[in-house]
């Protein structure tokens, strides 16, 4: 089992900056994919990014690149989600997401480990 704790959510005007951070712990080591998706009300869960544990290969929706960045610390377990130039349609609550296998990076169903979300908002 892997657990994930999400944190850094907020209210944040347009044009403003947040770092989410997502700490996982329990079975790490087997760790292939952590990703971010957002779901924002009446909306589907929806990719946002993700980077591999081991490699850090990165990848991205088209709609955040540019202004997100993913990053990892393996040393803490830790993913980050930097995003810059917020706009308010990025408002959303945030899921960091784990998977121990090789998946289709994009689709939230094929990750099996979720955190319990935070909460953005960007204000216009």
């Known amino acids: 089992q892997v657990q994930l704790v999400e944190s850094g959510g907020g209210l944040v005007q347009a044009g403003g900056s947040l770092r989410l951070s997502c700490v996982a712990s329990?079975?790490?080591?087997?760790?292939?994919?952590m990703g971010w998706f957002r779901q924002a009300p009446g909306k589907e869960r929806e990719f946002v990014a993700a980077?591999?544990?081991?490699?850090?290969?990165?990848y991205y929706t088209d709609s955040v690149k540019g202004r997100f960045t993913i990053s990892r610390d393996n040393a803490k377990n830790t993913v980050y989600l930097q995003m810059n130039s917020l706009k308010p349609v990025d408002t959303a609550v945030y899921y960091c997401a784990a998977e121990t296998s090789v998946v289709l990076i994009s689709d939230p169903a094929k990750y099996h480990y979720w955190g319990q979300g935070t909460q953005v908002t960007v204000s216009s």
């Open positions: 329990g079975r790490t080591f087997g760790i292939y994919v």
């Open positions: 980077i591999t544990w081991s490699g850090g290969r990165t």
